[in-house]
Nanobody, 126 residues
C-alpha cells in the first residue's frame, strides 16, 4: 500500500536550518506531483511547496519563498524540503503527500493530495 514517511524534523533556533525528507513507496512515485504541507496547532493544513513529477519545476507558498527549497529524487522515491532562515511561525507538523492523480496538478488545496504520512514536527524557538 501507499506509504509516506517523513523525517528530519526537530527543535531549532530562529535563523537556523533543517532538512526534511519524505520516503515514498507503494505507488509510481515518478508520475506524481509531490507536495509538502504543514499544520500548526489550531490551524488548518496549508500548502508549503510542491514539485512537478519530472522535478523540473517547483512552486512555493509566499511565506516560504526564498527560504525553502523542494527537490526530489525519482530514483530513490524521495522528496526533500530544505529550510533555511527558519522563523517561529514555521513551527508545525510537516507532511508530504502526492497529488491524487498521476501526471497532473490542479491546485494546492490539501484535499487534492493524499494519502498522508504521520508527519514530522518542526519547532522553531525565538
Amino acid at each position: 500500500q501507499v506509504q509516506l514517511v517523513e523525517s528530519g524534523g526537530g527543535l531549532v533556533q530562529a535563523g537556523g536550518s533543517l532538512r526534511l525528507s519524505c520516503a515514498a513507496s507503494g505507488f509510481t512515485f515518478s508520475r506524481y506531483f509531490m507536495g509538502w504541507f504543514r499544520q500548526a496547532p489550531g490551524k488548518e493544513r496549508e500548502f508549503v511547496a510542491g514539485v512537478h513529477w519530472s522535478g523540473d519545476s517547483a512552486m512555493y507558498a509566499d511565506s516560504v519563498k526564498g527560504r525553502f527549497t523542494i527537490s526530489r529524487d525519482n530514483a530513490k522515491n524521495t522528496v526533500t524540503l530544505q529550510m533555511i532562515r527558519l522563523k517561529p511561525e514555521d513551527t508545525a507538523v510537516y507532511y508530504c503527500a502526492p497529488y491524487r492523480s498521476p501526471n497532473s496538478y490542479g491546485d494546492p488545496r490539501p484535499e487534492r493530495f493524499g494519502p498522508w504520512g504521520q508527519g514530522t514536527q518542526v519547532t522553531v524557538s525565538s
